[in-house]
């Protein structure tokens, strides 16, 4: 009987097992590609990994929205630019869209320099010497600027409102719009403990190309402010006209008691607050007025204190100074107007803008 296992046995061999049993494989030679079609074969590849690659985001993308805004975000943030989270609040979003030249642009035509023209009693230099000496005085017309706001227009005049210190003892008050014309001014009231006041121009007195040109400010929420939040300042530094400062909130209701012993509270700001602000805007990202600008701390030792008055805690006196008119006193032989108002100065070192 045929034994068919014998067919599957290995024949027996001495020494190396015979090379049948284990054919050499031999591998196919390559047919070089010419340059042009390795390039054309580079670029095809490229292709259709740069397809999968923008469709796999495309995909991911759908699928998960805010986490790619996320990482959006990073990535941006990486490359050194200044950037908002994509996925913040829209609140965020668009409190921080504004350049300050769009905010400066915006605020601007609300933004007045004012003029105050007063007379004082000074002594006089040329009767020093005479029979009663240094006791004769005489009457001075001196002259001292600030800046003013426009809050609002009621269809027969522009409400301007300021500092009352930029008011003080005025015989006679002029407005400087952005166009440059320049108007008489009217005060309607002031109140000294909050060192406010509020003027008023005729509709009518105004000509239509300052009227073009000129808004209401846009105003803001104070109370929303946050401490490091970017501030924009406007005013008549200096009486030179209108210039734009920047800086942070350095702090919020900040206590400061003047020397009638009233005690009120200030957002204080490292924006340059010059002689001349007075009066002037403090403003948001948004280009909206969160606060009028009155005083600073001016030292040797001190930089960049300068305080604000929030709007939110004024608005209302704001409206009621509108509806008043301002008790006036003649003087002597001038038929001139004087307001009986008087802001009592700041003591230690604070001075006003």
Known sequence: MDNRNDRNTWPETEGNLPQQLFPQRRCPQRKRLNPCKR????????????????????????????????????????????????????????????????????ALPSVVAITNISVQEVQSYFNRFGPNGAGQTQLEETTSCGSGIIIANDGAYLYIVTN?????????????????????????????????????????????????????????????????????????????????????????????????????????????????????????????????NTAKLSDTDVEGMGYAIPISDVAELIAQLMTQTAETETTGTSSSQQSVWVTPAWRDKRTYG
Request: aromatic share 6%; charged share 10%.
């Open 39 to 106: 390039l054309m074969s580079l670029v095809l590849s490229a292709a259709l990994f740069g397809g999968i690659s923008a469709g796999a985001f495309y995909g991911v993308s759908q699928l998960f929205p805010q986490e790619s805004d996320v990482v959006a975000a990073e990535s941006l943030s990486s490359s050194g630019a200044v950037v908002t989270s994509l996925a913040s609040t829209s609140y965020s979003t668009a409190r921080y869209g504004m350049d300050v030249s769009d905010i400066a642009a915006a």
């Open 164 to 292: 009352a210190h930029v008011v003080e003892d005025a015989t006679t008050l002029s407005v400087s719009f952005v166009d440059n014309s320049v108007y008489e001014a009217q005060l309607c009231g002031a109140d000294e403990t909050v060192d406010l006041a509020v003027l008023k121009i005729a509709l009518s007195d105004l000509s239509s190309d300052t009227l073009s040109q000129i808004s209401v400010i846009a105003v803001g929420d104070s109370d929303a402010l946050e401490v490091g939040e970017q501030v924009v300042a406007i005013g008549n530094a200096l009486g030179y006209g209108q210039s734009v400062t920047t800086g942070i909130v350095s702090a919020l209701n900040r206590s400061l008691t003047n020397e009638s012993g009233t005690t009120s509270t200030y957002i204080q700001t490292d924006a340059a607050i010059n002689p001349g602000n007075s009066g002037g805007a403090l403003l948001n990202l948004d280009g909206q007025l969160i606060g009028i």
